[in-house]
């Protein structure tokens, strides 16, 4: 998983990258070599089949510095010296030499033919159109760390490949028809898209949801087709209106503000904002400049909405299990002690409360670790329940200690009321392997007026300073910290 998101970030990189460039030739070659540069290899390629004359033809290449060129020899290569290559795409096999002297008896002209260019090892994926294929594009001689990786990587951009070679075709026919079918093309990563033109406002709509064309109160719009439009800054409030949601409606209708766009794209390939969306949850907008006129003006620009709702998904999984402590549920150390932070910064006051099991270590050496962990959790569960809300910060310090700052509670009384209640719970946890014996915890409290400036390990001494005495009692024990004695 994390290599497939390593790679759709280095594509989404790539994409933008290509798409500063004005035409499709200029486009794909940006693109391969922003990918030859990232893989670090010595050529990566893009052949053509011609299957009328039964020949493909080198028509695209990047080559790192030192490397000499082939494209130039490469052209009308009978198709059959590389023949096994089609017959394993078309058993939905990819071609990956390791080493090129592997292939040197069975495929002996190939072998001649790669030696010549040097090629020690490669990756050869095909290149597909309407389930025929149409050509491929590989790599020469590719770090040799990763391989199935790499062929991972170059089948997630094979249908961008093709999305460039269409244009390509096309711009021939018609250089404004050329790049907005470009747009449409590569608009697969994109939910909406629209080609602005940033002087006039007028702009043409490449794709768009189905909600937002039924909210217009127009009919969608085949394949090909570019319905253009004269107010852009009318048409995306009218959306923002309806599809972003309140909380965030204002910060996203000052991001689609046209007339501040140029200033805000100076010097930069893209800008980007995030919102939640009504219909697609999480979404990301981008600004990308496309043109310019002949005094420097920016002139087109590219108006993006990518779904980003399942990267924010694994974004904040990742950002919850970075504060959890994974056994328990509750807080880790650092998420703890920097949420009481928070507090003590604003001079909130509170209780700090410590918490140990005592004779754990006997727990576990009659019981088991199993049982000792169990312990953890029905101590730490029953920390969380018996606290007011979401503002009370429980945390596992490490091993059986524990901590519970409660913000507000600076009344003795109060906190005694607290201690008896949580003890309470703590005398009904059953661990049925205990066979009815009682887990016994020593507690150590401090209070914090919110007077002074106080760190966290401050608080923590006096804290545990309350708890040495604690431990000298039996039974459940909880000491507040007096500073007089």
């Not at 937002?212 to 439009?229: A, N, S, W």
């Not at 009318?234 to 996203?252: D, L, P, Y």
């Not at 507090?343 to 088991?368: E, M, P």
Request: aromatic residues 10%; contains cysteine.
């Amino acid at each position: 998983m994390k290599t497939i998101i390593k790679y759709e970030l280095v594509i989404n990189k790539a994409l933008r990258s290509a798409l500063n460039y004005d035409t499709p030739d200029e486009q794909i070659n940006e693109f391969i070599r922003f990918f030859g540069k990232h893989i670090g290899s010595d050529r990566i390629y893009i052949f053509e089949d011609c299957d009328e004359k039964h020949i493909t033809r080198n028509t695209y290449e990047w080559c790192a510095d030192g490397i000499v060129p082939e494209i130039h020899e490469l052209q009308n290569v009978d198709m059959d010296i590389i023949g096994w290559w089609y017959q394993a795409f078309d058993n939905e096999k990819n071609i990956i030499i390791t080493d090129i002297e592997q292939i040197k008896d069975e495929h002996k002209v190939s072998y001649n033919l790669l030696k010549a260019q040097n090629v020690k090892n490669l990756v050869v994926c095909p290149i597909r159109y309407k389930d025929e294929i149409k050509g491929f594009f590989g790599v020469d001689n590719p770090p040799e760390s990763d391989t199935l990786g790499l062929t991972t990587f170059l089948d997630m951009i094979g249908t961008l490949l093709i999305s460039l070679l269409k244009l390509r075709n096309s711009f021939t026919k018609s250089n404004k028809e050329a790049k907005l079918s470009s747009y449409s093309s590569l608009s697969s990563i994109y939910i909406s898209m629209a080609l602005v033109n940033v002087q006039t406002r007028r702009y043409h709509i490449v794709k768009t949801l189905d909600e937002v064309t039924h909210f217009l109160g127009v009919k969608p719009q085949k394949e090909g087709e570019y319905r253009i439009d004269e107010d852009f800054p009318g048409h995306i409030n009218s959306v923002m209106n309806e599809f972003c949601t309140k909380a965030q409606r204002k910060e996203a209708l000052e991001f689609v503000d046209i007339s501040t766009v140029e200033d805000r794209l100076r010097g930069k390939n893209t800008i980007v904002h995030e919102f939640i969306g009504k219909v697609s949850g999480w979404c990301r907008e981008r600004f990308i400049p496309v043109d310019y006129d002949a005094d420097g003006r920016l002139w087109h620009v590219l108006y993006c909405v990518e779904n980003i709702d399942e990267e924010k998904r694994r974004e904040n999984r990742l950002m919850y299990l970075a504060q959890i402590d994974l056994m328990t549920g509750i807080r880790n150390r650092g998420s703890g002690e920097n949420k009481i932070t928070e507090y003590l910064v604003r001079k909130q006051c509170g209780l700090l409360c410590l918490l140990d099991c005592d004779k754990f270590k006997s727990i576990n050496d009659t019981y088991g670790h199993a049982v000792g962990d169990k312990v953890i959790i029905a101590i730490a569960d029953t920390l969380r329940k018996s606290c007011r809300d979401d503002d009370d910060v429980v945390l596992r310090l490490g091993g059986d200690e524990f901590a519970v700052f409660i913000p507000g509670l600076i009344d003795k009384e109060r906190a005694e009321a607290f201690f008896d209640r949580l003890f309470s719970n703590i005398e009904h946890i059953d661990i049925a392997e205990m066979n009815g014996k009682h887990i016994l915890l020593s507690l150590g409290a401090c209070f914090y007026d919110g007077m002074d400036c106080i760190t966290f390990d401050q608080l923590y001494r006096r804290a545990d300073t309350a708890m040495y005495d604690s431990k000298k009692k039996q039974g459940y024990s909880a000491t507040i910290f007096d500073a007089k004695q």
